[in-house]
Antibody, heavy 128, light 110 residues
């Protein structure tokens, strides 16, 4: 059974950098069919995809956050990480890490499936 | 970038059927799969429908998904409503570069 666990500071000061790590167990971040994402949810609001990384280091970010986001992977530790710079109160949220499947269908067309495994989420508050 | 628009809330009685819509703002709804997630308070989302109309193992067949190209929307239908179905539901899809979630729908079963 694949499990994901977020870790990192629960309180970050405005203008500083938020840093979180997701540790994967029961599976490998180096598995070729999976991309590893960060998703956040401000209190009482909806889900927002932040970005993903492939084990090779290839990344893609939400355009609205792209200038402030860096996602990295450490295959030796079976972890991937999020850095969000210049945070403000608007970045206060529960941050989730999640796995998503990518595969090629019978026509050879690249297709995303669902976010099938999620971490429990970690609340990060931005406040002085 | 496109958006997915859901009703803010829906309510229905136990035993009835409810449908939650998810309308794509640009690009064809049929071009990329739609997923549906259920989220209970304090918990991470879980998949109830993936790839438009597929149910993960363990999800009851009371949950079904469909897409309608004419309205460029996807729908989640829950039949035989139970009080345990009360939760927030999110649709999700993608394009060539981005993953997008709908704003979520709060389902009340009363």
């Amino acid at each position: 059974q694949v499990q994901l666990q977020e870790s990192g500071p629960g309180l970050v000061k405005p203008s500083e950098t938020l840093s979180l790590t997701c540790t994967v167990s029961g599976g490998s971040v180096s598995s070729g069919n999976f991309y590893w994402s960060w998703i956040r949810q401000p209190p009482g609001k909806g889900l927002e995809w932040i970005g993903y990384i492939y084990y090779s280091g290839s990344t893609n970010y939400n355009p609205s956050l792209k200038s402030r986001v860096t996602i990295s992977v450490d295959t030796s530790k079976n972890q991937f990480s999020l850095k969000l710079s210049s945070v403000t109160a608007a970045d206060t949220a529960v941050y989730y890490c999640a796995r998503e499947t990518y595969y090629y269908d019978s026509s050879g067309y690249g297709t995303w499936s669902d976010f099938d495994y999620w971490g429990q989420g970690t609340l990060v508050t931005v406040s002085s | 970038n496109f958006m997915l628009t859901q009703p803010h809330s829906v309510s229905e009685s136990p035993g009835k059927t409810v449908t939650i819509s998810c309308t794509r703002s640009s690009g064809s709804i049929a071009s990329n799969y739609v997923q549906w997630y259920q989220q209970r308070p304090g918990s991470a989302p879980t998949t109830v429908i993936y790839e438009d109309n597929q149910r993960p193992s363990g999800v009851p067949d009371r949950f079904s998904g469909s897409i309608d190209s004419s309205s460029n929307s996807a729908s989640l239908t829950i039949s035989g409503l139970k009080t345990e179905d009360e939760a927030d539901y999110y649709c999700q899809s993608y394009d060539s570069t981005n993953q997008v979630f709908g704003g979520g729908t709060k389902l009340t079963v009363l």
